[in-house]
């Protein structure tokens, strides 16, 4: 089959390693790609919410199945979008519509649904500038540290852990008053901080029928030991040593049947991913967050582990009977390594020349932030590459994806070089 995946970052990147490498995959398309995408299929230059000239491409170039990376497109509603077009409804899109997307797209939206299914998660409460006033009143009552989120989507920055209850005060007023976030801090969720250990499962889902794909952890902040700034994601690893068959048996009885159950109660189609962000507290999850989409650095530690045809799985989404379809994972260990550029997550250094990407020995390396300039790879994003190595261990897989990072080279690079030391 033709297919047409939608993105140009480090997801979309392993998404189309793995499906170049399915039989089934006879043309594969990436819009609009980025430097290393196009060794997997071809690029074509077309932005992921332009969905005119993707109606366009589609039906010029036979495309079977489009595949949604990043979020913004299924916010935006171009599942629905195929869905009201006469020409576009029978092609199948693998993402959620618009009001199942607003899992990610309204922290409000997820929380109201979470309560309403009985899903684990933080007390919340979500104040607008009407209610600015009670919002300063349930500040004053929360215990410290105490977490902020803009309900839209606001490029993964949209949440604060406040310490101080002036801090919290402050920043409150500066989201709802100022709109810190723009107009996704129009509504702001005040949650209760949970203590705990992060990881991240993923499920895909035809909406009946789920599938649970291998979990993964994600290092958010710049520096070593976890310090500093929050970023996309500083690397990954998969799977994670804590969440054992005890604790996903918990998460799968608690949050995963819960959610795919209360999407069909409520009549929400959903035919894609759900990656659910999760606290392990104690033993017991949590849900922090839903996305309607794969993770990103996690897919570049997921996907490596899948060793079933994943064209194959995406097929039994379209169609309805994911059950039927075989999903097998491999017990090897998966570590990602991001490689940045230099300032990031601040103003960050572009258009660098990348070198030494062919010394890579024992990883894969998937491109994010990078384009071609005639035979040159040279920078584009904050996160540029990142460097995935699969291993027996997790030790060696750290070892061996930090060594062959460091076989690149770009003027500013860096990485961390303590990715997954807290598991070993």
């Known amino acids: ?63 079977h199945l489009v595949l949604v990376g990043p979020e913004e497109p299924l ?12 020409q576009l409804k ?21 929380k109201q649904f979470m309560v309403r299914h009985d899903i684990p998660a933080a007390a919340s409460r979500t104040f607008t500038r009407e209610t600015l006033q009670e919002g300063f009143e349930y500040l004053a009552t929360t215990g410290l540290p105490v977490v902020l989120k803009a309900d839209g989507l606001a490029g993964g920055k949209g949440v604060l852990i406040c310490m101080s209850l002036q801090e919290a005060q402050q920043e409150f007023l500066e989201m709802l008053t100022e709109a810190k976030f723009g107009e996704a801090s129009s509504k702001v969720v005040v949650e209760q901080f949970l203590q705990g250990i992060e990881l991240s499962v993923f499920v895909m889902t035809d909406g009946t029928h789920y599938k649970i794909l ?19 994601g500083m690397g990954s690893v998969s799977p994670v040593p804590f969440a054992d068959a005890e604790f996903m048996k918990k998460v799968e009885e608690r949050v995963i049947i819960p959610t795919v159950e209360g999407l069909k109660k409520e009549n929400i189609p959903y035919k894609g991913f759900i990656f659910i962000g999760l606290m392990n507290c104690d033993g ?25 045809d994943f064209v194959d799985l995406l097929s039994g989404v379209a169609e309805g009977n994911l059950d039927k ?25 572009k258009d660098k020349t990348i070198t030494g990407i062919e010394n890579v ?35 060696t897989a750290l070892q061996q994806a930090t060594a062959d990072a460091s076989r690149i080279y770009y003027d500013g690079m860096y990485f961390r070089k303590d990715i997954g030391f807290d598991l070993l």
Request: proline share 5%; with cysteine.
């Open 325 to 349: 379809r075989e999903l097998t994972i491999s017990p090897q260990v998966a570590a990602t390594v991001v490689m940045v550029a230099g300032g990031y997550p601040g103003e960050y250094l």
């Open 361 to 395: 020995r024992g990883s894969q390396v998937f491109h994010a932030g990078t384009y071609h300039e005639g035979e040159l790879v040279k920078t584009s994003g904050g996160r540029v590459l990142a460097v995935t190595s699969l291993q027996d261990d997790l030790f």
């Open 90 to 110: 029978s092609i199948p899109v693998i993402g959620p519509q618009r009001e199942a997307a607003q899992l990610e797209g309204s922290k409000d939206f997820s």
């Open 214 to 232: 291998p979990e993964a952890k994600d290092y958010k902040r710049i520096g070593e030991g976890d310090t500093g700034l929050n970023t996309g």
């Open 284 to 308: 017991e999850p949590y849900v922090i967050e839903y996305n309607c989409r794969m993770g990103d650095p996690e897919t570049e530690s997921v996907m490596p582990r899948i060793t079933s």
């Open 1 to 63: 089959m033709n297919i047409l995946l939608l993105g140009s970052g480090g997801r979309e990147s392993a998404f189309a390693w793995k499906l170049s490498q399915s039989p089934k995959c006879e043309q594969l398309f990436i819009a609009p790609g980025n430097a290393g995408t196009g060794q997997y299929g071809t690029n074509v230059n077309i932005k992921v919410t332009d969905f005119e000239s993707i109606k366009r491409f589609v039906l010029n170039n036979g495309i």
């Open 75 to 86: 916010v935006k509603g171009i599942h629905d979008f195929f869905l009201a077009d006469e």
